[in-house]
């Protein structure tokens, strides 16, 4: 079984619905980020997590939201899916690393949204 | 300016053949740089960490220019299967990890 699991793999949605993008995660990290990814231009870092009860956006939040429901669990919404939301997004887990370098991140596999 | 730049390439090579990425970052503070590497369709994975004094990972090397704000990864002997992209990576002085648009390389036969 993989360390850090989306669901779902693949999404097709209409414009205004409602979106979970779901991510668990069985490596005891307590950092836990949402990425999406656009072709051209690589990763960009919507929210992410650093504790259950921490919550942070990233440079792309607008439209999003998150819920960090357990230490293993952080869920990505869409409250209302517009087209250029279509995306790849991945979920990714480290740990806090060793003074001032930072643990290496691990992936889920993806979760692939279009919103028509 | 893009927090983290590279060169999206694409960068076509034959086997065996010697092949080098740049990237640059605009926040002088960041503390740690890496490469990662994804194939189409699949999640991102780490290559190798970059340390300040340069660090060598059989065929691959980095290096770490921090007055030039620039990372490098070079690739030797190049292999059928070192076809991916490539993405550089920060992390940036408050804890989050910044990305490239990632170098994409091809190598043929």
């Known amino acids: 079984d993989a360390d850090v699991t989306q669901t779902p793999r693949n999404r097709i949605t209409k414009t205004g619905k409602r979106i979970m993008l779901e991510c668990s995660q069985t490596?005891?990290?307590?950092?836990m980020y949402w990425y999406r990814q656009d072709p051209g231009l690589g990763l960009r870092l919507i929210y992410y997590?650093?504790?259950?009860?921490?919550?942070n956006k990233g440079e792309i939040s607008d439209g999003y939201s998150v819920s960090r429901q357990a230490q293993a669990k952080f869920s990505l919404s869409l409250e209302s899916a517009i087209p250029n939301q279509t995306a790849l997004y991945f979920c990714?887990?480290?740990?806090?690393?060793?003074?001032?370098?930072?643990?290496?991140?691990?992936f889920g596999e993806g979760s692939r949204l279009t919103v028509l | 300016r893009k927090e983290v730049e590279q060169d999206p390439g694409p960068f076509n090579v034959p086997e065996g053949a010697t092949v080098a990425f740049n990237c640059t970052y605009s926040?002088?503070?960041?503390?740690?740089f890496f490469w990662y590497r994804q194939d189409c369709r699949k999640e991102p994975k780490l290559l190798m960490s970059?340390?300040?004094s340069g660090n060598e990972d059989g065929r691959f090397t980095a290096q770490l220019n921090r007055a030039s704000q620039y990372i490098s990864l070079l690739i030797r002997d190049s292999k059928l299967s070192d076809s991916a992209t490539y993405l550089c990576?920060?992390?940036?002085?408050?804890?989050?990890?910044?990305f490239g648009a990632g170098t994409r390389l091809t190598v043929k036969p």
């Open positions: 490596k005891g990290h307590d950092r």
């Open positions: 970059v340390y300040s």
């Open positions: 926040n002088s503070a960041s503390q740690s």
């Open positions: 990576v920060v992390n940036d002085y408050n804890n989050d990890m910044r």
């Open positions: 990714a887990t480290r740990d806090r690393g060793s003074g001032s370098i930072a643990g290496e991140l691990f």
């Open positions: 997590s650093f504790d259950v009860k921490d919550i």
